[in-house]
Nanobody
Framework: QVQLVESGGGLVQAGGSLRLSCAAS????????RNWYRQVPGKEREFVAG????????YYQDFVKGRFTISRDNAKDTVYLQMNSLKPEDTAIYYC?????????????WGQGTQVTVSS
């Protein structure tokens, strides 16, 4: 079974930090683009950060403003999201994504999500 499993979520006070991890099993995603999305109740899922299969310059949603950093370790087939200076509005379920570099129609996988709660 192909799986992406997120970990590292939890409860943190505003201004604190968390590091999310996403491990893959069932196949390798070393040559796939990797992304993080998040979703809050009543809203659509939104893109947070992405990094290409080649490990080049990552792309961030504007609201990150330098607070989050995405990275990947292809040897471990794992992608990370370092989250600093967390705000209550960052509270959401965070989802790991693996997308075929040719486009989502060629392959698109999602994890179950991990809850991040930031208290004020």
């Amino acid at each position: 079974q192909v799986q992406l499993v997120e970990s590292g979520g939890g409860l943190v006070q505003a201004g604190g930090s968390l590091r999310l991890s996403c491990a893959a099993s069932g196949r390798t995603f070393s040559s796939w683009d990797r992304n993080w999305y998040r979703q809050v109740p009543g809203k659509e899922r939104e893109f947070v950060a992405g990094i290409s299969w080649s490990g080049g310059v990552p792309y961030y949603q504007d609201f990150v403003k330098g607070r989050f950093t995405i990275s990947r370790d292809n040897a471990k087939d794992t992608v990370y999201l370092q989250m600093n200076s967390l705000k209550p509005e960052d509270t959401a379920i965070y989802y790991c994504n693996a997308r075929n570099r040719a486009g989502s129609s060629f392959g698109d996988y999602w994890g179950q999500g991990t809850q991040v709660t930031v208290s004020s």
